[in-house]
């Protein structure tokens, strides 16, 4: 009778292993298959702002806050520093304006793209890059066909924009940062608003928070 019993023991045991394992299993494809849609998603930012750009982005980093880059060329850490102060000024002007969701460090990416032009049309020092014209075309700010932006919203779902890299005036980098930043928030907080400002073609600039 004991061994009975043991086999009986065992048996349960056993059942409750094959019965976890394969809860497990069943878990563990569920992760997976949310990871791989996410790194679809995230290469078709990447192939998103690779178009925009004409630009690859072999190097992959974080900024001290925890913001996701992708770079042209490595950044200096003046770059990276310009970065996390414009998400900061970012996230207080948006928290003046009471909006809560996508305030942290690791909901951006930023990619960060060789510059098209170092000077602008008076002389300063401006890195921008060169983007299809769109809905600029025949505006003052058409250049033939393209136009110089200071930054652009790759994807608005994935929360990721592109600046140009800068060398000097990283006061410019943060507010380039924060300025683009402005239409992620809104998308995200509040979309009417996001829809009325997000197209410059017909007036309005940033900052469009105050
Ligand atoms: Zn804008």
């Not at 507010?175 to 998308?187: A, C, F, K, P, W």
Request: proline fraction near 2%.
């Amino acid at each position: 009778m004991e061994a009975v019993r043991v086999l009986h023991d065992i048996l349960i045991v056993w059942g409750w292993i094959a019965k976890m394992t394969t809860k497990f299993t069943y878990l563990f494809l569920i992760i997976l298959s949310f990871a791989a849609f996410a790194s679809a998603q995230d290469r078709q930012v990447m192939a998103q702002a690779e178009r925009i750009t004409g630009d690859k982005f072999p190097i992959t980093l974080q900024t001290s806050r925890g913001a996701t880059i992708y770079a042209a060329e490595e950044p200096t850490e003046a770059m990276l520093k310009a970065i996390d102060k414009g998400l900061t000024d970012l996230f207080a002007v948006a928290r003046k304006n009471n909006y809560s969701k996508k305030l942290n460090y690791s909901d951006y990416t930023i990619y960060i793209a060789r510059p098209d032009r170092m000077k602008d049309g008076t002389g300063k020092y401006s890195p921008d890059i060169a983007v299809g014209a769109a809905q600029y075309a025949g505006t003052e700010y058409d250049k033939g066909g393209y136009i110089y932006a200071a930054g652009m919203v790759v994807s608005q779902g994935k929360m990721a924009f592109v600046i140009a890299n800068h060398t000097s005036d990283h006061a410019r980098v943060s507010d380039l940062v924060r300025y683009e930043g402005e239409h992620l928030v809104l998308y995200h907080n509040d979309r009417r608003r996001y829809e009325s400002s997000k197209d410059h073609s017909k007036g309005g600039g940033h900052p469009i928070l105050q």
